[in-house]
């Protein structure tokens, strides 16, 4: 590790260097003062907060949670038998003790199973001394027979962390095959709005929907054993903020759509419920996880979830802050993480939906505050944002806010909408650009389709193993590419009807968002077409020309390949996008679907969760995938798996031997900016491309004709292939193109060899 941070410091400027180090540093003498605290003294909250609970969400329709009862039932089902399918674990049975199959050969013994008795003693030994007795008041309010999920495991590798650690010391990849994103998956708790859709069915008088007090005691048991079992700040699932205010937004919207539908909770249980709330919104503003010189997807979550969770809470001095604080924060964080072009700024696909979520729920919780929480925007206390010590983060600039909700803010989300349809493939799948790790902000609608276990086991690699369920037993298999959720929310909100459209639906991602609105709706917003054109760079263009006539002496081998694809002109009305910003490319015509890499790695030149793509091309043709991106696969379980599929290698760019255009050896979430690609041309006709990453400038043009494609790329090695080579329809193509690493739809999934991504 300490080599790995030695290259990236001699890769930034002294200043970013010095600014970070200093934000470190602060970091760790606040938390070092914490810690001492909390081990001493305990760390949760002494009382809940002062007054009624506040309501998001008002009227409840059945209809559209009827229309999706297909597959709210059986998952709610599995939830309710604490069965999960966690990032390509295979739907698992979560209990302590439980035996995991391990991650490509790793594999760690089972832990003990336990005993969990009524009066919690079986916590004596497992919650730290400080914690023990409040943790034991709280399991007592359980409903006995209840049985624990176990939290602090990663039910893949089987390895388990412990409740007692306090979250800071918790280490992230230290072992091999080990995954710290699957306790924090599990401990988001996105299944419990399907719980709370069950509920809805059920008190709609659905016969086949579990009992209503069924679900309602799930719902609060699975709440009170987190809140028991994981003291603030102790354990893995408080190492992380974002999943920490993921956590409390999935919280208060599930408890919201229970109450929604008529359930009611007792007052020990809202009484536990108010005080989680507090510390975990404490827990976000003392822990923001903003950088002097870089933040992305991870603090637009803390600022999403600090919201729902500030406009959820009773007005206070302390939660008015909060709530103006976020306000301020996601109008702010909107525009810098997304461009003039609708795109998010991290070079992926996916992250674009993560965090589009988190701006198209936290505008509509911001439009529809009560009136009572719509106060505080105008009358806080800049003051009474409280943050420890040396840890760094902007301030909370002193009120009103008169206009939560900007049109700019409207205007941006519509930008989110365009970016996603049009990168939407005739599959229904979006294009996999960057990394995928299938977070989601809200999962209210998670698209499912049945599939028998054995036909799920044929299907996927990383399912070698699992014991899950019987042959013809029912796998519920999640499309992680289809984000059409998204654009029926965001149609919503912006009013646009080629969203609506193209979603379709019933889509539950649309209800929640009127409920939040409560009837009011926003204003009109005038159509903001999708970028349809870019600059023409007419000076590079002749110098392409020149250099794709033939190689010079010195600029290396020049390589043709050529795709025909015989049936109607692929120019059949065709059109352009384009995202600058983003650096993509795209060609939409009645048979073609052309998406070419080309420009910023994103997240400021950090490139977080880009891949060395540049130059990378993504091809449909007759709406079956000719050329895919493979995904991601694994983040710190397996580096060297992480980078073989962000490699060169694994996509379908120009290859220099076995040199990488950006460097991987500066971490897992670091890439190198060597390759600084830009674009030549972008017509009608096609696209020309360079980049400098291998040391050279390397170039690819792109001719769309009538029945083919031709790939010329210049600059390459003398062994890069042979000169011209001509591919015949998908298969041929698929071929060529294949990537060594396989195709991973969804983060953990792995298709086996010679399946594509169609779903």
């Known amino acids: 590790m300490s080599r790995r941070l030695l290259r990236l410091a001699r890769q930034l400027p002294l200043g970013v260097v010095l600014r970070r180090a200093a934000a470190m540093v602060g970091r760790r003498l606040a938390a070092a003062g914490r810690r001492a605290a909390d081990l001493a003294c305990g760390s949760f909250p002494a009382s809940p907060a002062p007054g009624p609970l506040g309501r998001l969400i008002g009227e409840l ?364 493939k005739p599959s229904g799948r979006i294009a996999q650009i960057g990394d995928n790790d299938s977070g989601r902000f809200l999962k209210l609608h998670p698209i499912v389709q049945p599939l028998s276990a054995a036909a799920a086991k044929a299907r996927y690699a990383n399912l070698d193993g699992w014991p899950g369920l019987a042959g013809e037993a029912v796998y519920w298999d999640e499309a992680f590419l289809d984000h059409r959720p998204l654009l029926a929310a965001l149609a919503v909100l912006t009013g646009e009807a080629a969203f609506a459209e193209a979603a379709g639906g019933p889509w539950l991602d649309a209800v929640l968002v009127r409920a939040l609105l409560g009837g009011r709706q926003p204003a009109p917003l005038s159509s903001v077409p999708p970028l349809s054109s870019a600059p023409l760079l007419a000076a590079a263009v002749a110098d392409h020309a020149e250099g794709a006539a033939g190689a010079r002496v010195g600029e290396g081998t020049l390589t043709t390949t050529e795709i025909v694809a015989p049936g109607g002109d692929l120019r059949h009305r065709l059109a352009r996008h384009a995202w600058p910003d983003f650096g993509l490319w795209l060609w939409r015509s009645d048979r073609l679907f052309l ?77 190198g900016n060597q390759a600084r690609a830009r674009v030549l041309a972008f017509d009608d006709d096609g696209f020309a491309g360079e980049h400098q990453g291998y040391g050279r400038m390397v170039r690819r043009r792109v001719t769309i004709a009538a029945d083919r494609l031709v790939i010329v790329d210049s600059g390459l090695p003398a062994d890069a292939g042979p000169a011209f080579r001509r591919l015949e329809g998908g298969g041929e193509t698929r071929a060529a193109f294949a990537a060594a690493v396989g195709v991973s739809p969804g983060y953990g999934k792995l298709l086996r060899a010679g399946l594509q991504t169609r779903e």
């Not at 009611?264 to 989680?276: K, L, N, Q």
């Not at 925007?377 to 010590?389: F, K, V």
């Not at 991601?632 to 962000?646: E, G, I, K, V």
Request: charge should be neutral; include cysteine.
């Open 61 to 424: 329709p059945v209809a559209a949670v009827t229309a999706n009862r297909g597959w709210i039932l059986p998952l709610a089902r599995l939830a309710l038998d604490h069965r999960f399918d966690l990032l390509g674990s295979g739907w698992v049975e979560v209990v302590h003790g439980m035996a995991c199959t391990g991650v490509e050969g790793h594999r760690y013994p089972a832990a003990p199973a336990v005993a969990a008795d009524p009066e919690g003693v079986w916590l004596k030994g497992r919650i730290n001394r400080a914690n023990l007795a409040e943790s034991r008041r709280l399991w007592r309010l359980v409903d006995p027979g209840y049985r624990p999920l176990d939290w602090q495991l990663d039910i893949k590798s089987g390895w388990r962390w412990r409740e007692d650690a306090w979250s800071q010391t918790v280490a992230i990849g230290a072992r091999p095959g080990v995954d710290i994103k699957l306790p924090w998956e599990l401990a988001r708790m996105q299944h419990l709005a399907v719980l709370a859709w069950a509920y809805r069915l059920a008190v709609a008088g659905d016969p086949e929907a579990p009992p209503a007090d069924r679900l309602v005691r799930e719902f609060r048991n699975q709440v009170l054993d987190f809140v028991a079992t994981n003291p603030p700040r102790f354990g893995v699932n408080w190492r992380c903020t974002m999943d920490v205010a993921i956590r409390a937004a999935n919280w208060v919207i599930a408890y919201d759509l229970f109450r929604a539908a008529g359930a009611v909770f007792d007052d020990a249980f809202e009484g536990a419920f108010s005080r989680a709330l507090l510390a975990h919104g404490g827990h976000i503003v003392a822990n923001l996880e903003w950088y002097p010189d870089g933040r992305a997807n991870h603090y637009f979550a803390d600022i999403a979830g600090l919201l729902v969770v500030a406009a959820w809470l009773p007005a206070s001095p302390e939660s008015d802050a909060w709530l103006a604080f976020a306000a301020q924060e996601l109008v702010g964080e909107t525009a810098h993480q997304f461009g003039a072009d609708g795109a998010n700024f991290e070079a992926s696909t996916c992250y674009h939906r993560l965090s589009a979520e988190m701006a198209a729920f936290g505008t509509a919780v911001l439009l529809g505050l009560p009136a009572e929480r719509a106060a505080a925007l105008r009358g806080y206390e800049a003051r009474r944002l409280r943050r420890p010590l040396l840890t760094p983060g902007p301030p909370l600039k002193p009120g009103p806010i008169d206009q939560p909700v900007p049109p700019a803010q409207l205007g941006r989300l519509a930008g989110m909408g365009w970016f996603t349809l049009r990168l939407t």
């Open 595 to 671: 998406a070419i890499r080309c420009g910023s790695i994103g997240h400021g030149g950090r490139g977080a969760h880009a891949h060395n793509d540049q130059l990378a091309i993504e091809l449909a043709i007759d709406g079956e995938d000719w050329i895919t991106d493979p995904g991601s696969y694994l983040y710190t379980a397996l580096p060297h798996r992480r980078d073989a599929f962000r490699s060169v290698a694994a996509h379908a760019a120009p290859r220099f031997g076995d040199a990488e255009p950006g460097r991987l050896d500066l971490g897992p979430f670091w890439l």
